[in-house]
């Protein structure tokens, strides 16, 4: 299986191939770059493992939320190599694969992503066995103030929102989490793994039904509201 996969729905951009069993990655905090640097990152995974694009076999994408200009170009770029080769494509949640990075023992995981305008684009998993991620309900977009999680003894949180907004997150907790980490983003590698759970048990789309999920249509304060806002 020689599986390409693509995340740009943050301020990190990266990619990864999956080659019989080896994994190469490319992966760069890089703002506003993604553009420049996605293709070239694709062919750097490719040119490392002696694979060439008519190899592939599948294209995995993380499919948002995020940035909405990240997300769109991840889609774009799978749907396009996708349509080339005539091949399926991945869709996986953002969301769900940044709590896939979280430590090997994490039980139940909130996964925050920083959405700016005050708010945070979240979802809440549980990890069973072989690191299968199950969602605990829907992924949302909103303040921190009003984030509903289900009932839990204790947390991993992973992602921006944490490092934006960890006052009123452990607020909403309720207690201090087993681990946080606000410096995570989602991978590549991430979507990768997810992707191949999602193959294994005969997923997988045409690229015309490869679709972003951005959870809102607002990417910008009014005049007003910023004035309001201070």
Avoid at 42 to 50: K, P, Y
Avoid at 69 to 88: E, F, K, N, Y
Avoid at 185 to 204: F, I, K, S
Wanted: aromatic share 4%; charged share 20%.
């Amino acid at each position: 299986m020689n599986l390409l996969a693509i995340e740009t729905s943050t301020e990190c951009c990266s990619v990864a191939l999956v080659c019989g069993g080896d994994l190469i990655v490319r992966s760069e905090v890089v703002p506003r770059r993604h553009a420049e640097l996605l293709l070239p990152m694709c062919d750097a995974v490719l040119a490392e493992a002696g694979v060439v694009r008519r190899q592939l076999d599948a294209i995995a994408v993380g499919r948002g939320p995020g940035a909405f200009t990240g997300v769109r170009l991840a889609i774009s770029a799978a749907q396009g190599i996708a349509l080339a080769l005539d091949i399926p494509v991945v869709p996986v949640s953002s969301l769900a694969a940044l709590a896939q990075d979280a430590p090997a023992d994490s039980r139940t995981i909130l996964a925050v992503i920083d959405a700016r305008m005050g708010e945070v684009y979240s979802a809440a998993f549980r990890r069973h066995a072989g690191s299968r991620l199950e969602a605990l309900g829907p992924e949302t977009v909103g303040t921190a103030e009003r984030l509903a999680l289900p009932i839990q003894a204790s947390w991993s949180v992973v992602g921006t929102g944490w490092a934006s907004y960890a006052p009123m997150l452990r607020l909403r907790l309720g207690q201090e989490p087993l681990f946080a980490d606000g410096a995570r983003y989602p991978q590549a590698a991430a979507v990768a793994r997810l992707a191949l759970q999602e193959l294994a048990m005969g997923q997988g789309v045409s690229a015309e039904h490869a679709l972003p999920v951005y959870l809102r249509d607002k990417v910008a304060l009014t005049t007003a509201e910023r004035q309001l806002a201070g």
